[in-house]
């Protein structure tokens, strides 16, 4: 009788300790405010100032204020503003009769995001012309945001022109663009990812956490429009988020973003659509993998582990961005130049190919006996063309994020530009129309 009772004593002794010791165990590998009991301070809802959400989450804002200063660059990426026009003057004569034909320079750090956008030489602030700049530019650049959206509206919000919204801008991106402050946890904060999710049937409250932490990015790094006179921010995701869905949906509502000079093409322009290219399918979205887990790995604080919020190319950090999951860092890396070299290559014939289609159907246009069925038809492939390739060149990984959708885009891209070009040498019967390369380059400035 004694044994039993010290067996079941020594048995009840190392199942508590075995417990007590998970419980340690599951505390210590929690990100440390989780473990936080009281915050230091009460944060207002939407609150636009990161840095009283830094007195809470000193290691998250202290990441987060990196982004201002970062200045490295990569092959074809990182913190500089370098410009795309002068590293690829094919793109003037691409984006020729629009504002990205004179100003195009690559994205840096979200601290400077207010800055660059006012700072750009595409802002028209001149409020008396038709085409002057709306306040939904501000949309995806400030921490002031999801207050004012709250407080006005999306609609009035977006109805004023960038020059009234200026002096309620004050913060650039920070923490109330990405978390609900009572909470913390991942919330999509745009009007318009919101309504573009209902659309589709989606509701983002339903998501897991591993879902926010791609979802989150989505809330700007997406392709947009502006809708109708109010200028109101809107996804076309209505059929779907792969190009020829945006495409179709841009057809269906008759949308331009402006006519190109002599050969009258209503053209469109892609803004920054990391979010539809990852999840186009790419090898690392079916398994599973979000853009946190590469942009805003773990790393640690002595004892704390958090996530760094100084988001920036990860080729610039492999072994915490790509570490967690590639034993071979240095094999990834190597893939990734491979993968980039090989887009950049392939982009390069596109855009000559559609400056092709350009001179031809400038050519076609200019000789004023055109069959404008076929001179029509070569524009609506040209709009085409130029859209699927610069949703491949104005998404910002060179196509890493999804490389087999990248190269099957430039391909049809392409393809296009080249039917579009032999549609206008038949809409006037003129075979010289037909002769390639009519781009040549001063000199290759393309790494
Ligand atoms: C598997 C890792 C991985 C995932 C997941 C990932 N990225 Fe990236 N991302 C990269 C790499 C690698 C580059 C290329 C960086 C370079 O060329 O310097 C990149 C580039 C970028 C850039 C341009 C960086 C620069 O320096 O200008 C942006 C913006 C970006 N990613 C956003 C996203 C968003 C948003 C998502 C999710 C929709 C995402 N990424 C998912 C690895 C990843
Ligand atoms: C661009 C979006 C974005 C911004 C801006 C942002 N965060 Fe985060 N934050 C994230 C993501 C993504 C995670 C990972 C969440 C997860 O895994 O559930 C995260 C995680 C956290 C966590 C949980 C602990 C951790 O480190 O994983 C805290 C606390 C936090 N952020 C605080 C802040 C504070 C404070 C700010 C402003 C100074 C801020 N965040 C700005 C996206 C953002
Ligand atoms: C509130 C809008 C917003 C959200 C949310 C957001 N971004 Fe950004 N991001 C931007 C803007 C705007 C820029 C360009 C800023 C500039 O050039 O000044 C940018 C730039 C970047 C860059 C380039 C940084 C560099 O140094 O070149 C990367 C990488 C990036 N974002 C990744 C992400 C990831 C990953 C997420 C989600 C965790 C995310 N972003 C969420 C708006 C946002
Ligand atoms: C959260 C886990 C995770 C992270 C982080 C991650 N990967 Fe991956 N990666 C995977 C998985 C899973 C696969 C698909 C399974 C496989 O083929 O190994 C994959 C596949 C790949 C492949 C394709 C392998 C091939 O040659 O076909 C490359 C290249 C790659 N990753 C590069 C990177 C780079 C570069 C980074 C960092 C910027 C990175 N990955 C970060 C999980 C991850």
């Known amino acids: 009788m004694k044994n039993y009772t010290t067996l079941i004593l020594a048995g009840l002794v190392i199942v508590l300790a075995t417990t007590l010791v998970g419980v340690l165990m599951y505390i210590k590998n929690q990100p440390a405010e989780t473990r936080a009991v009281e915050p230091l301070t009460e944060i207002a809802a939407m609150e636009p100032d990161s840095s009283l959400w830094g007195v809470n989450f000193p290691n998250q804002y202290d990441t987060l204020m990196k982004t201002q200063t970062n200045n490295t660059d990569t092959t074809y990426a990182g913190s500089s503003q370098f410009s795309w ?46 085409k002057h700049t709306p306040a939904t530019c501000y949309s995806c650049k400030s921490s002031d945001n999801p207050g004012l959206w709250d407080e006005l509206g999306m609609e009035a919000y977006d109805a004023m022109t960038f020059n009234e919204m200026t002096p309620n801008i004050n913060n650039s991106i920070g923490c109330s663009n990405c978390h609900e402050a009572e909470t913390m946890r991942l919330i999509v904060t745009n009007p318009a990812l919101k309504e573009a999710l209902e659309r589709q049937g989606k509701d983002w409250t339903t998501f897991t956490r591993q879902e926010m932490r791609t979802v989150v990015c989505a809330n700007c790094h997406v392709e947009y429009y502006f809708q109708g006179e109010g200028k109101y921010l809107t996804f076309p995701w209505d059929n779907g988020t792969k190009v020829e869905e945006i495409i179709s949906y841009y057809e269906e509502i008759g949308f331009k973003d402006w006519v190109y000079p002599e050969t009258e093409t209503p053209m469109l322009k892609a803004q920054h ?43 610039l950090n492999p072994e915490q961005a790509c570490g967690q999951c590639h034993t071979d860092t240095n094999y990834v890396i190597e893939r990734v130049a491979s993968i980039q070299q090989q887009v950049a290559e392939t982009k390069i014939d596109t855009e000559d190919a559609i400056i092709d289609a350009v001179t031809a159907i400038k050519a076609a246009t200019a000789a004023g006996n055109a069959d404008a069925a076929l001179l029509d038809e070569a524009r609506k492939l040209h709009r085409e063309a130029q ?25 049809k891209s392409a393809n296009l530009a080249r039917q579009a070009q032999m549609l206008a040498a038949q809409s006037v019967g003129d075979t010289t129309l037909l002769e390639t390369g009519t781009y040549y380059p001063a000199e290759e400035v393309v790494p």
């Open 85 to 130: 026009l002068e590293r690829d003057p094919r793109q003037v004569i691409l984006f020729a009769g629009y504002p990205f034909s004179k100003d195009y320079n690559d994205d840096r750090g979200h601290a400077n995001a207010v800055d660059d956008v006012r700072a750009t030489a595409r802002l028209n602030l001149n409020d008396e012309d038709p």
């Open 273 to 315: 659509p990391e979010y539809e290219f990852f999840t186009a399918g790419s090898t690392h979205y079916n398994a599973g993998v979000s853009c946190a887990d590469c942009h805003m790995p773990y790393v640690r604080d002595g004892a704390n582990k958090f996530s760094s919020h100084d988001v920036h190319s990860p080729l």
């Open 387 to 411: 859209f699927m390739w610069d949703i491949v060149s104005a998404e910002n990984s060179t196509g890493f994020h999804n490389p087999e959708y990248a190269l099957e885009t430039l391909a």
